[in-house]
């Protein structure tokens, strides 16, 4: 996949990684600011059960 990506992309090798660079920049924003908000009330990570059993035992 990222081959092809590659080849499709316009210019020499350095013009090619600034605009890969640009991409990975823009899919990481998005991820940021659009589907990680999203996706987070889906997540499990809030729900923790913390065993009081342990806390007698010193």
Do not use: C
Not at 11 to 20: E, L, T, Y
């Amino acid at each position: 996949m990222y081959g092809f990506i590659w080849r499709h992309l316009p210019g020499n090798a350095w013009v090619k990684a600034a605009i890969s660079l640009v991409l990975v920049l823009a899919v990481v924003y998005v991820l940021f600011q659009y589907i990680f908000p999203w996706a987070e009330p889906l997540l499990p990570f809030n729900d923790v059960t913390v065993d009081q059993g342990m806390a007698a035992v010193r």
